[in-house]
């Protein structure tokens, strides 16, 4: 059974990096043939695809935060992460990695997701 | 980026009774050369991750009740609840994965009437 957990830091100052990392299980990363997504949600408002990455590396972002944002996926760690640099308090969101499905290109499983505040 | 547009922004409906929510896309999601439409419809409950419903805008995911189906193609969906039940309140989102960046809409909330 596939589980995505993301964790890191709940609470940043502005101008701060957000460092965030999905643990993956079920599923092995230097095995499979996925993408995996970085998608979040502010606080009432809708929900912002923010990018995703195959399991050979090769990466999309959304060219809206394209500037300032990295995934990475570490086959090793069986994980994926996402950094996002120079964060202001609109980055404050609810942040969820989520598989994307071979079989139709949306996300079938997803974490539970992680509150990051940025504030001073 | 494709703009996805939702309505209604929220909507009341009976237990039993039917729901309806459209989705607009700014252009096609419709690729011609598979006839596959790269249209998803997602249902989102407070304090959990979201939950995809429906794929190639009419196919369900596994598991998924049967009295929620997804109609249309182009730029122009539905997703329907034939008979509401109560664990049916939340947020429901359309996304189009046609071209990246993968856009959602606005969101529309149901409640009970």
Known sequence: HVQLQESGPGLLKPSQTL????????????SSTYYWTWIRQPAGKGLEW???IFTSGTATYNPSLKSRVTISVHTSKNQVSLELS????????VYYCAREASYSGTNDYWGQGTLVTASS | DIVMTQSPDSLAVSLGE???????????VLYSS????????????????????????????????????????GSDFTLTISSLQAEDVAVYYCQQYYNTPFTFGQGTKLEIK
Request: net charge positive; proline share 5%; glycine share 8%.
């Open chain 1, 50 to 52: 923010i990018g995703r």
């Open chain 2, 34 to 73: 598979n006839n596959k439409n790269y249209l998803a419809w997602y249902q989102h409950k407070p304090g959990q991750p979201p939950k995809l419903l429906i794929y190639w805008a009419s196919t369900r995911q596994f598991g998924v009740p049967d009295r929620f189906s997804g109609s249309g193609s």
């Open chain 1, 19 to 30: 460092s965030l990392t999905c643990a993956v299980s079920g599923v092995s990363l230097s």
């Open chain 2, 18 to 28: 039917r729901a309806t929510i459209n989705c607009k896309s700014s252009q096609t």
């Open chain 1, 86 to 93: 120079s964060v202001t308090a609109a980055d404050t969101a």
